[in-house]
């Protein structure tokens, strides 16, 4: 891809070896491009070549007249073809040129003022030209197909002066950033599947966590069990069904640590009864000391004793 640019901020004189005078005398006058002041229609080209048949060509009109003046890209070395986007005091108009003959093919019917920005483009049949960025002319033509030239051309005259000229090479589709069509398949998070970094089809299935199951890093399928806990049930780390029991105090049952059913009886005080800390039963009877037994004292000075039935029932002392 081929670009040319111009300021002109330079010494009054000859425009320099960026440019070639096809007809005429050019000059830089006061940092701007003059057509100069002898009369009749001159053209000057670019020096440097567009690298293919697609390009454009802009300019910024620093002073304007009601003579003709304009842009022109897609030409050949002579400028006897190509497209030619101009002002003539009264409005724009778009020619198609072919051995050396200008056929109007699209108009804007604005006068051009000191500022503006003129832009024409040639990229396949579809020729197009701008006022300050905006578009203003749209049109299908295959008169010119080849040329690589691009430039000005105006009447010579004091009161023009053009600065700012910029020229490139305009690709038909984009090129690199992986271009995709607007049905291009997208990877389950969305991303478009390009080549590389684990591209997946728009229906790749999700892990429980909705990330992508990728390889590798314990990929799941969507429907794969989570564990008690809410966390998916991978290897290690005592992995569980989502219908693993719980311990009575509301901990998963892993192996060890005196896991319990849920049904756990518990002691009185409410403690879990495990082994080695006395367990009783919720309904455990309670004695006035609130401590589990069969033994009761008296008044202050009383005695324990059994009746005569041994039944261990305690009289009230005579």
């Known amino acids: 891809m081929t670009t040319f640019t111009d300021d002109f901020n330079r010494a009054n004189g000859a425009p320099g070896a960026n440019w070639v005078d096809a007809t005429g005398l050019w000059a830089i006058v006061s940092n701007q491009l003059s057509s100069g002041t002898v009369g009749g229609t001159i053209v000057i080209r670019a020096a440097t070549a567009m690298a293919t048949n697609d390009n454009s060509a802009q300019v910024t009109i620093a002073a304007t007249a009601a003579v003709s003046h304009g ?4 030409g050949n070395t002579g400028f006897t073809s190509g497209y030619l986007f101009r002002n003539d005091g009264t409005g724009w108009s778009l020619f198609s040129v072919v051995g050396g003959s200008f056929t109007s093919i699209g108009s804007y019917a604005v006068a051009a ?3 503006d920005v003129a832009k024409v483009q ?15 002319i749209s049109v299908t033509d295959t008169a010119v197909t080849t040329g690589a030239s ?11 002066r053009f600065d700012d000229f910029t020229a490139a090479d305009v690709s038909s589709g984009t090129t690199g950033d992986a271009a995709l069509s607007a049905t291009a398949s ?26 992508r199951a990728t390889t590798g890093d314990s990929a799941l399928a969507a429907s794969v069990g989570l564990t008690a806990s809410g966390q998916r049930a991978t290897t290690g780390n005592a992995g569980l069904t989502a219908t693993a029991g719980l311990t009575a105090d509301g901990v998963r049952a892993a192996a060890g640590a005196a896991s319990l059913s849920v049904t756990a009886g518990l002691t009185a005080d409410g403690v879990r009864g495990t082994s080695g800390v006395a367990a009783l039963a919720v309904s455990a009877s309670l004695s006035a000391s609130r401590r589990g037994g069969h033994q009761r004292y008296g008044r202050r000075g009383a005695h324990r004793h059994r009746d005569s039935r041994g039944s261990g029932r305690c009289r009230s002392p005579p």
């Open 113 to 115: 003022v000191a500022g």
């Open 186 to 211: 997208l990877s389950a998070g969305g991303v478009r599947a390009t080549s590389g970094a684990s591209s997946l089809a728009a229906t790749a299935g999700l892990t429980a966590s909705g990330q």
């Open 150 to 160: 691009v430039g000005l051309r105006a009447e010579s005259t004091s009161a023009l």
């Open 71 to 74: 842009v022109w890209c897609r």
């Open 122 to 136: 040639a990229v396949g049949s579809a020729i197009k030209c701008y006022i300050n960025g905006t578009l203003r």
